[in-house]
């Protein structure tokens, strides 16, 4: 098809995930085309750097050679094979290889193939968990203690964990309930300090805990950064504050590293940062350096063992999908793996992160420029209203803003008025700098009338 064919092409048949796909037609889109490590082309040549990594899931850069060569030696192989009652050899390997790298307590693996199936299974999970054990004991057991912001992904179990308003409200009717605590970010709160905000948020969840505990099969989070929200930074010690309540009151912690894993915010997991140790950990996103479709929920022996039985339908849990562990995947999830360790990319993000922090903290000086905020490589930054800094900045020109950069060869997104820094993460020095360059341009260019 040539590009006005494919343009129209687009217009009518594709369906475009979150988006309003009565704004999306208004313009003509980008359509990529290729890849070559932090860069897109689209189908014009044209290059913009991967500020978004693809969705914040892009690890080595694209098109990359080892991962391109993993994949296409498995599918030399074979493409798919089942893993209900039968094993292939890259999803064995892979499970190995995730059980030594994530924290201690997490000894089995359980493949589905988007972050969103991998919380819908270990809210399952930690459901039947509780029947498992003892179904009279634990009859009450069915909700889950979850954070205002939170995000978990679009199936009806994920949304029902989840608490932004604008994506989930409207499915009220068609979700489970649970209990909501007050959001674990500083900004977001009345507190004037992170100890302050921490010590208040024990307080709420042990008052809950004393009053629903009975009712609670466990504690779903996004540890680090709520990021759909928002990029919500929490203060560090906040998931092992957490993490305390829920051995003393012995309720399942469940940990969503889908966005944090896999060295997004600095350390390969975000539990690691405050040595955090949860009975289940959902994956997803980076888990093949952002190549093809794979998730894994993670749990404990006792989590696995509650499930364990001689007879066919006893205990067992019912939830497969069919493409569950597939080979060509998991090469891809252990090439990348590989690199990781190859590359030294974690001692790598170090450098880019703090540069990335430094650039973006510069900017607070413009005062449109509110909270800057993150871990890692991932970062968000406030946009206000430069004739009222106390409003939020409007999104038209929000829109504006991320046109602008994808002019001058970058691409990344915005959450409300929240511009969203989630790049590749083996982004050289250079290439960060030339991203908050273009993004600093695109400031003055909109907001300030200067041309770049
Ligand atoms: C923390 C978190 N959990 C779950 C999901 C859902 O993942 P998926 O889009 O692969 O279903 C996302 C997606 O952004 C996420 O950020």
Request: glycine share 6%; hydrophobic share 40%.
């Amino acid at each position: 098809m040539n590009k006005q064919a494919l343009i129209q092409a687009d217009r009518d048949y594709v369906w475009h995930p979150f988006t309003q796909m009565g704004v999306y037609r208004e313009h003509d889109p980008i359509i990529i085309e290729r890849g070559e490590g932090s860069y897109l082309y689209d189908i014009d040549n044209n290059a913009y750097l991967d500020g978004y990594a693809s969705l914040w899931v892009n690890v080595h850069g694209h098109n990359h050679p080892k991962l391109n060569q993993a994949i296409t030696e498995q599918l030399g192989k074979i493409a798919h094979s089942t893993l209900l009652g039968s094993s292939n050899v890259p999803s064995i390997e892979l499970a190995k290889r995730l059980v030594e790298i994530t924290p201690e307590r997490l000894q089995k693996v359980f493949y589905s193939d988007t972050g969103s199936a991998a919380v819908e299974i270990a809210i399952k999970m930690a459901y039947q968990y509780w029947k498992n054990l003892d179904a009279e004991r634990y009859a009450e057991k069915k909700k889950f203690i979850t954070l205002k912001n939170g995000y978990h992904g679009d199936t009806i179990g994920a949304v029902s964990v989840g608490g932004i308003d604008t994506f989930h409200a409207i499915f009220k009717d068609l979700i489970f309930e649970n209990i909501q605590i007050s959001c674990p970010s500083l900004f977001q709160s009345e507190y004037e300090t992170e100890a302050a905000l921490v010590e208040g948020l024990v307080e709420e969840i042990r008052t809950v805990i004393e009053h629903h505990g009975d009712e609670i099969c466990g504690f779903v989070l996004e540890p680090l950064i709520q990021g759909a929200t928002g990029i919500y930074a929490q203060p560090p010690h906040f998931i092992k504050a957490v993490e305390q309540l829920c051995r003393e009151y012995n309720i399942l912690l469940i940990v969503d590293e889908v966005a944090t894993g896999f060295g997004r915010t600095g350390t390969m997991f975000a539990c690691e940062r405050a040595d955090v140790n949860p009975d289940i950990m959902c994956l997803a996103k980076g888990i093949t350096g952002g190549y093809l479709p794979l998730a894994a929920t993670m749990t404990s022996q006792a989590v696995y063992d509650a499930f364990i039985s001689n007879r066919h339908a006893d205990k067992t849990f019912f939830h497969g999908h069919t493409y569950t562990g597939n080979p060509v995947v998991c090469a891809a999830a252990i090439e990348s793996l590989n690199l990781f360790e190859e590359t030294h990319l974690i001692d790598h993000i170090s450098k880019t992160s703090a540069l990335l922090e430094d650039n973006l903290n510069a900017l607070k000086t413009l005062d449109y420029v509110g909270n800057v905020r993150g871990y890692g490589l991932m970062f968000g930054v406030e946009l206000a209203d430069p004739s009222d800094p106390a409003q939020p900045l409007a999104i038209p020109t929000v829109e504006r803003i991320i046109q602008t950069c994808k002019e001058n060869g970058l691409m990344i997104r915005n959450l409300e008025n929240v511009i969203t820094f989630v790049p590749v993460l083996n982004m050289s020095l250079s290439e960060i700098q030339k991203m908050t360059d273009i993004f600093k341009a695109a400031l003055a260019q909109v907001l300030e009338n200067q041309t770049v």
